[in-house]
């Protein structure tokens, strides 16, 4: 009987692993690694989470060890995935040489601008990631207030308000249409 290599997966998609392994096209398959990297480099979320993505990644490598070592070990220990492990030596080896530093999830809920991220890593990081995620938010909400000021008050330029003016503004424009309806 002649013996054939069986993969679980087309050879094709391997090829597009290694190649991402050695030669990656962008950030996320530079640094996907560390996890859920974004996929877009040109959205609000991607250029807001580079910076993390950033210090995890300074955080996360060893300077004798470089980044196609870790992507290659991503992919046959983790293969390439937050939750799956395909080998538990070489995820071991990986989450030891890493130091546990890991991208969980990243998301919006409820809005567009309210971001949450998931990390592993040190209090640099944690306070990075809600710095994000808390400037993602007063960014996405200032401009939703902007744009509703500019529909009930054409006449006013609201463009180099604060967060809190908006809102103070429109809270008292709400209790002057009350007061006046009663």
């Known amino acids: 009987m002649k013996k054939t290599l069986k993969l679980k997966r087309p050879l094709s998609d391997e090829l597009k692993n290694l190649r991402a392994v050695f030669f990656p096209r962008g950030i996320h398959e530079k640094y996907h690694y560390l996890g859920s990297v974004p996929w877009n480099d040109g959205d609000d979320i991607s250029r807001a989470m580079l910076p993390l993505v950033l210090l995890m990644d300074h955080k996360a490598k ?11 070990l991503h992919l046959y220990g983790n293969d390439n995935s937050v939750v799956r492990v395909r080998n538990w030596t070489l995820h071991e080896l990986y989450r030891k040489i890493t130091k546990g530093y890991f991208i969980w999830d990243y998301k919006t809920k409820w809005t567009q601008y309210d971001l ?67």
């Open 116 to 182: 949450r991220i998931s990390i592993s890593g040190d209090d640099d990081c944690l306070f990075l990631s809600d710095s994000i995620e808390d400037a993602f938010y007063r960014k996405g909400k200032k401009e939703e207030l902007q744009e509703e000021m500019e529909e009930r008050f054409p006449d006013i330029n609201c463009k180099g308000w604060n967060l809190d003016m908006l809102q103070r503004k429109l809270k008292e424009a709400d209790d002057n249409e009350e007061l006046s309806s009663n």
């Open 62 to 72: 060893p300077f004798w060890c470089p980044r196609w070592f870790l992507r290659l």
